[in-house]
């Protein structure tokens, strides 16, 4: 054999590999190979990839990181056209559409089943994907129904999109379609959301309002490198045109669809089920209830006939179809008056401008604060003090300013002027072409140094006990701390000439930042510089590959996006650090002074051999005297996964207080439930390393 040849069927392999691997953690939740094996694969693909171009696939593995960039979308039509749904905001409502539903049957002389398929109704952007003998061929935006736009090359890259159907089909004993038009939504997220926007607002980027607007902002982007970056998530809820080339999938009902898409590797929600006519209001209502707790937005309930034959003999009106509906939540929105417009500095030195609102009640929350993200904002609601606006809590979670009623307007208020100066140093603020923000350029700010020091020392750094926001100001003010590694300096002689500080308050605060230097590890301290889009989780991916911040602080931009789930805006964050000079001299003190934990190359360890031996495990409630973050890091340090969501492969749950709905969830699947003391003695003292909960 040739070898070409050979490095085909080794391609055609490591191919397969990795999209069965990928399928396995992106949509079952349930890999099976390590870490640093997969990236052995991957490396593998890439390197075979550069030695024979001539053997490209567009849907090899490696093309998710994108790279295409486009000078405009391209619109095309739908073979089959995609309708919108009519709503439903009431029982009553409900009801009305089941009588029409049956009503219309009855003239069609069919006899009607009230068997109905219900799942959440997504808050995303609602996407064709196409398949063509098996493999992905492109993708649509809805656009007008008619016709949308060609995403096909950002779709590419998103994680849990199967780009081959065949090894599953072949699994599941299904036919390979010729065509397979499938419809879903893509979304965000609201942890990945805030933690985008975090990103975004530390770069001067784009805000988004809300995970929405962030996944459709994130699909529809000319460069494919952008959208690979942002985690967008696909979930499956129909199909459209079909050609099975002769051949039977044997699909009579929604619900048969919706568990062949799975077979093929399709991610569809795990909340979808079958229900009886009484049972979908109820299960709406629950919906409603979980809906807090849910990883993603949703904004109500799709029902839709169960029957295929139904569906067919009730068709559609001129814009939806006459067998769906969708049953909507209320809007958690309310009217406020906007007292002030205050802006902030945070810790890279961004301008965020802050809502300062008359408290208004909103989904059982006070609020009284919203951020306004910037400039441009401000500018496009047109928001003025002493103006009335309406607020909503974007994703229930975050306050929004939604817009201004112009008619309570007060006849004096003004625009905002949103000042080109740092309001904490004075210094002037520049904002850079094509950036949103404006950004306060002196490193010795005080606002600055302020935020970046609390952020080393606070949970998401190196978790330093005791020393919070208050006395960090009281630190810099007076002029006894400028950059973190001055806390290590620090004594008891230092500190108790200072107010409020006693003789024991001032060994505590000593020996707290020793602890904290004794048990940092690279990953600790690589999160706790607060490098822009490097949170705990990169910093983790980050420890496993380089020894110490010295190989970090060498690794290239090429080095670094060779990583998992680290793109070229994270790289570029990463180089920009180590490039500035004052970082350099920072690091370079945290080696005088002792701070310089090494880490081990991650290699593959069969689960077996650790304490947990690849148990799952997942998180609900509140743990006493631990955080959420520190009990996850724990169970992987022990060997163990932390899981995204329930399902029938969970091992634990641990349950802390104020559950929400995955302990009902668990218990109905049988999984063990172990409280905050079990979960301790799972651990042991050993690998628990002193914790307690």
């Not at 229930?396 to 740092?422: M, Q, T, W």
Request: aromatic fraction near 6%; include cysteine; hydrophobic fraction near 40%.
């Amino acid at each position: 054999m040739s070898e070409e040849k050979d490095a085909a069927a080794r391609l055609r392999e490591l191919r397969a590999q990795i999209h069965e691997h990928d399928y396995r953690y992106y949509v079952l939740d349930d890999p099976v190979i390590e870490d640093a094996a997969y990236d052995a694969l991957y490396r593998e693909l890439r390197k075979l990839e550069t030695a024979h171009p001539e053997l490209d696939d567009p849907n090899s593995p490696t093309k998710r990181v994108g790279g295409t960039v486009l000078p405009a979308f391209v619109s095309k039509p739908h073979r089959l056209a995609m309708y919108s749904l009519d709503n439903a905001m009431s029982e009553e409502e409900w009801r009305d559409f089941v009588t029409r539903a049956a009503n219309k049957l009855e003239r069609e002389g069919q006899p009607f089943t009230r068997t109905f398929w219900v799942d959440p109704k997504f808050d995303g952007l609602a996407l064709e994907i196409i398949y063509e003998n098996g493999v992905y061929a492109g993708a649509l935006t809805r656009g007008d129904g008619e016709v949308g736009e060609d995403v096909t090359e950002n779709v590419r890259t998103v994680k849990n999109v199967p780009l081959d159907l065949r090894p599953h089909a072949v699994r599941a004993n299904l036919p390979v379609p010729a065509l397979l038009e499938v419809r879903g939504e893509v979304v965000m997220t609201r942890q990945d959301f805030y933690e985008l926007n975090e990103r975004q607002r530390e770069q001067g980027g784009k805000i988004f309002a809300n995970p929405r607007n962030a996944a459709a902002g994130s699909v529809r982007q000319l460069d494919s490198k952008i959208s690979a970056s942002r985690p967008l998530t696909f979930f499956a809820y129909a199909i459209g045109a079909q050609d099975w080339a002769g051949a039977d999938p044997g699909w009579t009902t929604h619900s048969g669809i919706m568990a062949g898409l799975g077979k093929l590797g399709l991610p569809v929600a795990r909340e979808g089920k079958v229900a009886g006519e009484d049972a979908v209001y109820p299960y709406f209502k629950t919906m409603g209830v979980r809906r807090p707790d849910l990883p993603f937005e949703i904004d109500g309930v799709v029902v839709k006939v169960d029957s295929l034959a139904d569906q067919e003999a009730l068709g559609f009106t001129g814009r939806a179809p006459r067998f769906a509906i969708a049953l909507k939540f209320p809007a958690h929105e309310a009217e406020t008056v906007l007292k002030r417009i205050e802006v902030q500095v945070g810790r890279t030195g961004v301008l965020t401008p802050v809502a300062i609102l008359e408290p208004v009640s909103l989904a059982g929350v006070t609020v009284s604060r919203a951020t306004l993200h910037n400039e441009d904002e401000i500018k496009a609601k047109d928001l003025r003090a002493g103006d009335t606006v309406v607020v909503r809590r974007a994703g229930d979670v975050i306050p929004e300013v939604v817009r201004v009623v112009p008619e309570k307007r007060p006849a004096d208020a003004e625009p905002f002027p949103f000042p080109h100066i740092c309001p904490s140093c004075h210094s002037p603020a520049v904002r850079a072409p094509g950036e949103a923000a404006w950004r306060c350029v002196n490193l010795a700010c005080p606002a600055m140094l302020r935020r970046g020091i609390a952020y080393f020392v606070s949970k998401s750094g190196l978790d330093i006990e005791g020393i919070g926001n208050k006395w960090v100001k009281t630190l810099i003010d007076k002029g006894m701390v400028k950059t973190p590694a001055d806390l290590f300096n620090l004594t008891e002689m230092d500190l108790i000439p200072m107010e409020r500080m006693a003789e024991k308050s001032a060994a505590n605060f000593v020996a707290a930042v020793e602890k904290a230097q004794q048990n940092a590890t690279l990953a600790k301290l690589i999160a706790a510089l607060g490098m822009r889009q490097v949170g705990t989780r990169t910093a983790r991916t980050l420890a496993e590959h380089f020894r110490d911040l010295d190989g970090l602080a060498a690794a290239t931009s090429e080095d670094l996006t060779a990583l998992p789930d680290i793109g070229p805006e994270v790289a570029g964050s990463i180089r920009e650090f180590f490039d500035n000079a004052a970082n350099r001299e920072l690091i370079e003190r945290f080696r005088q002074i002792g701070l310089w934990p090494v880490s081990e190359p991650k290699t593959a360890v069969p689960p077996e051999a650790t304490p947990l031996g690849g148990k799952k495990f997942l998180f609900t409630g509140t743990l006493p005297g631990m955080s959420r973050e520190k009990a996850e890091a724990l169970v992987e340090a022990a060997g163990g996964r932390v899981m995204k969501s329930i399902s029938k492969k969970l091992d634990y749950l641990v349950v802390g207080a104020d559950p929400g709905s995955k302990l009902a969830k668990a218990q109905s699947l049988g999984i063990t439930i172990l409280d905050a003391e079990a979960f301790q003695e799972l651990l042991g003292e050993e690998n628990a390393r002193g914790e307690t909960l």
